[in-house]
């Protein structure tokens, strides 16, 4: 031995000499050694001994400390919050374990970086940071499986994830391996690891561009944008120190590598980790204020379509209820319910939300859709506590309650259809009870809803307008929650009869201002239509065949676009002549009311086109002035004139089957004999309960299977361009479109 140490020290050389024959030499970190056969004998220069003490300069030395206890802080900070979040919100088993893990990772680097086992040194000179390898076996997994369920809504795990987990630990295995190797072996494993790391590198990609589109607009679409830089940038310094390192190439030291690799640690784990937590809080936010809404959208990810399930809110148009039954189990979300509720945040209703704030109930009439009777009872006990006086008509089967609805309608109106969940089982086909009921206008309620109950996912997806816990086993009614469903009911009626006074008190305003701005008041009108459409006055659902008449707007509004587009056109001496629509305070079926027009000329002619009026007007001024209290006015021949030197061609009103208009206020009062202008202020009001229907009267719970016959109607005379100098009413519209807001926000409310 002595011998061959004196053959293999020369001194002042840095590779041994004087070898025997078959003796191999290799070279580590400044050092050498022999390969005999026999044994391996290390042979170096004192001066190059150093590396077993150290691995950098004083200054990296500390620079690595101050890395290191930053990012200790760092942890517990983050730790904080996780656990305040726990007991607040939400915290995510993935992000506080990672976070714990890298915790003890530090303080090990802090004091025992360079010894055993954190620091494994091989008889062939090599040594490797066996303390970070191993770290990142430990986390990464648990950061992919974050990353794959990034909303963390949930449960399961799909092949993406697979791909993800197999082609990490790929990559770290082969970087250890590329580590232990000391000659050529080193860089073929370590392409095998640049391998794996980019088959993980894409299907992350494709993780974050579905996460950015399923998540809600704003703020949550940054903070992935931020994880996904967060992301990136980290996991590619890894290979890249691996390359410049202690590891590869040897141009950085040991202290240099530990720094830059703390810097990865903190963007990859602590930071990212937070973020995502961070997303899924803000997530867990939007589903309980907004519920679980999505809409399907196709994204284009890596050159394959694929359809993503956006996150939106109930203002998106096109947006689909998923229910809340798979979630309102989670603990998570009761928790940030229950605060979010203490902070005095409207959360869902479905969630365990208010309805909304208190409103006054009135007087009504509900019609109670059961299979079994014995649930009548039940229902006049709790319908006995409220409030006020509500009628409650118990109805029996599908066929029952439609004929109930329409005696209802004709004798004052209806406030809501209270019905059994096995009624919503057809609700996807026209002949289904809901779709029915909708179309004619009617509101309608479910009960039977239970958060865990067999019938909450049908409710919530079925459309209804609301729906009322219980009664189940051993709990009745909740009449608080009754009361109030029932009151909102009663206040979106309310909020639609002040919109249907919208509409006359616009056209009045049109006749007074000398015909200015015609076109622009018209489609102000045009834009009500859809508002009161969607609150139920007229309701077009497949299975319900529409009267196709030449006049105007059939399938929406609930006011004839020939009471705006066919504005009056007559300047210098014309009479204008408007008839609005019935005002009717009850639940029947109404009609629009048209106007005629007709330039240059007062009084009546015989013959002259007009519709007469099919149904009843009680209590009315029917006739214009001087004949109170006339009904049923279908004169036909009168050309539609009513009242003294009423205009010739003015139309009639064409109500509904079986519906009846009270308080009607037709054909106008003529103000000004000469100068032909009127003051229109023909009802044009209809409740919630009614529908709204052009031409001829059609009734849609009775017209599922058949075509009622159509009326001919007068043809207008195509509206007049605005005159010069026209101003828009900017203050009507500015009251209309608050309207519109408080109408969306009972809308959304009753949804729930």
């Not at 064409?654 to 009270?662: E, F, H, L, T, V």
Request: net charge negative.
């Amino acid at each position: 031995m002595e011998s061959l140490v004196m053959r293999s020290l020369l001194a002042g050389s840095t590779q041994p000499t004087n070898l025997l024959p078959g003796d191999k030499v290799s070279a580590g970190y400044d050092h050498y050694w022999i390969n005999t056969g026999d044994e391996i004998l290390v042979c170096t220069e004192e001066a190059n001994a150093a590396w077993l003490e150290s691995h950098g300069t004083k200054g990296e030395k500390t620079g690595v400390l101050v890395c290191q206890w930053f990012a200790f802080c760092a942890c517990i900070i983050i730790l904080m919050i996780y656990a305040y979040h726990t007991w607040k919100a939400t915290s995510g088993w993935e992000e506080v374990y990672v976070c714990c893990v890298e915790l003890i990772k530090v303080l090990m680097e802090i004091y025992h970086e360079f010894d055993h086992p954190c620091t494994l040194y091989l008889s062939t000179g090599n040594w490797i940071l066996w303390l970070r390898y191993g770290e990142w076996l430990l986390t990464c997994p648990v950061i992919l499986i974050h990353l794959s369920n990034i909303t963390g809504l949930k449960n399961d795990y799909n092949k993406r994830t697979m791909w993800l987990l197999v082609s990490d630990i790929g990559c770290v295995v082969m970087g250890v391996t590329a580590a232990l190797c000391y000659d050529y072996k080193k860089w073929i494993f370590y392409c095998l690891g640049l391998c794996y790391g980019s088959n993980t590198y894409f299907h992350a990609a494709k993780v974050y561009i579905e996460g950015y589109h399923t998540v809600p607009k704003g703020h949550c679409r940054n903070v992935v944008r931020l994880m996904a830089w967060c992301f990136y940038m980290a996991w590619t310094m890894f290979p890249i120190l691996f390359l410049v390192g202690p590891e590869g190439l040897g141009k950085l030291s040991g202290y240099g590598s530990t720094i830059l690799h703390t810097v990865a640690d903190v963007l990859s784990k602590q930071l990212w980790t937070l973020l995502g937590h961070h997303l899924r809080v803000k997530i867990h936010e939007h589903i309980i204020i907004h519920g679980n809404l999505t809409k399907t959208m196709k994204v284009t990810v890596a050159g394959e379509d694929k359809e993503v399930e956006e996150m939106v809110d109930s203002t998106e148009e096109g947006a689909k209820d998923n229910g809340t039954s798979a979630l309102a189990g989670r603990e998570s979300f009761i928790i940030m319910r229950d605060r979010m509720k203490q902070k005095g945040i409207e959360v869902r209703a479905s969630l365990g939300g208010k309805k909304g704030d208190d409103v006054e109930l009135e007087s009504g009439r509900v019609i109670l859709a059961v299979t079994d009777i014995s649930m009548v009872d039940v229902f006049r006990q709790a319908f006995t506590a409220l409030p006020a006086a509500i009628e409650l008509v118990p109805a029996l089967g599908v066929d029952n309650t439609v004929a109930l609805v329409q005696q209802a309608m004709a004798m004052g109106g209806l406030d809501c259809v209270l019905l059994h969940p096995d009624f919503l089982k057809d609700a996807g086909t026209p002949q289904g009870l809901l779709p029915r009921l909708r179309s004619a206008g009617i509101k309608v309620l479910a009960y039977g809803w239970t958060p865990s109950g067999p019938y909450r996912e049908m409710i919530e997806k079925s459309g209804v307008d609301g729906w009322l816990e219980g009664p189940s086993w051993g709990q009745g009614v909740n009449i608080d929650q009754l009361a109030v469903l029932l009151a909102r009911v009663q206040h979106v009626k309310r909020m639609a009869n002040m919109m249907g006074m919208m509409n006359p008190m616009m056209m009045s305003m049109m006749a007074n201002a000398g015909m200015a701005g015609t076109h622009h008041m018209a489609t102000m009108m045009n834009a009500l239509n859809p508002m009161q459409a969607q609150q139920g006055s007229m309701a077009s659902s497949p299975g319900i065949t529409q009267p196709a008449t030449p006049s105007a707007s059939a399938a929406r509004g609930a006011m004839s676009n020939a009471a705006s587009e066919a504005a009056m056109q007559s300047f210098g001496g014309g009479t204008i002549s408007v008839n609005s629509s019935a005002m009717s305070n009850g639940g029947g079926g109404m009609a629009n009311g048209s106007m005629g027009l007709k330039a240059g000329s007062m009084g009546s002619e015989p013959g002259a086109a007009g519709l007469g009026m099919n149904g009843m007007a009680m209590n009315g001024m029917g006739g214009g002035m001087g004949m109170s209290g006339m009904g049923g006015m279908g004169m036909s021949g009168m050309g539609g004139s009513m009242g003294r030197n009423a205009m010739d061609g003015s139309m009639g009103m064409n109500a509904m089957g079986g519906g009846m208009g009270m308080n009607a206020m037709g054909g106008g009062m003529i103000n000004g004999m000469g100068g032909g202008m009127i003051n229109g202020m023909g009802g044009s009001m209809g409740n919630m309960g009614g529908a709204m229907m052009n031409g001829a009267g059609v009734n849609p719970l009775y017209s599922t299977n058949h075509t009622q016959p159509t009326t001919p109607a007068s043809a207008s005379p195509a509206p007049a361009s605005p005159g010069p100098g026209a101003v828009a009413p900017l203050g009507e519209a500015e009251m209309l479109q608050q309207l519109m807001n408080e109408i969306n926000r009972l809308k959304r409310e009753l949804g729930e």
